[in-house]
């Protein structure tokens, strides 16, 4: 260190104010561009120069030079530097995983929502086909049964099995007709 430094930091470890306004004065705003250089902002720069000088007076008394100080002002620059930019990129990462699962509980909480009316909708229609019709179609496509076994049961013929069907569908088609755009995107949730 020059012998002016040398001074001025003797000085400013004893808590001399002119002796820290000169070193704030001839480092400011060097250290401010080289501040930019890292951040790309000149305010957040200026504020990252001005944080380490406050650390500067707060801890002159156990601060230790070993090289100048102005080298000492600038690794601690770059250092804050660095550290805020790390810091930036967390909270990017934290804030776009809260957003992915912000997306994902909305769209899980939506599919639950049109799928509780779908069914209630569903139960409705059901409720409107004939008594024999919602019991072949109950035993069709809940009970998955073939319609043989169904015919069995029921003591009725193959082809009346495929009629009661037939007319269940057209009715079951008929009274969700608003809803069959959602059943498809429904659907697709539960393929993907």
Not at 18 to 38: G, N, Q, R, V
Request: some cysteine; overall charge negative.
């Amino acid at each position: 260190m020059e012998l002016a430094e040398i001074d001025r930091f003797k000085a400013l470890k004893e808590g001399d104010e002119t002796a820290f306004e000169m070193i704030f004065k001839s480092h400011y705003d060097p250290l401010c561009k080289y501040a930019y250089t890292f951040l790309l902002d000149r305010d957040e720069a200026e504020e990252m120069v001005q944080a380490t000088f406050i650390n500067v007076w707060e801890k002159k008394e156990s601060i230790t030079i070993e090289t100048s100080l102005k080298s000492y002002l600038y690794r601690a620059v770059r250092n804050s530097c660095l550290n805020s930019i790390k810091h930036a990129k967390i909270k990017k990462k934290h804030a776009e995983e809260s957003l992915a699962t912000l997306d994902n509980s909305y769209e899980s909480v939506s599919q639950a929502v049109i799928s509780v009316e779908l069914d209630q909708r569903i139960g409705d229609a059901l409720l409107k086909l004939p008594e024999q019709c919602r019991l072949v179609f109950k035993m069709s496509r809940f009970e998955e049964l073939k319609y043989a076994e169904i015919a069995a049961q029921l003591n009725i013929s193959v082809k009346t099995v495929e009629n009661q069907i037939g007319k269940a569908l057209k009715i079951m088609r008929e009274q969700l007709k608003e809803y069959l755009p959602i059943l498809i995107i429904v659907m697709n949730g539960f393929i993907s």
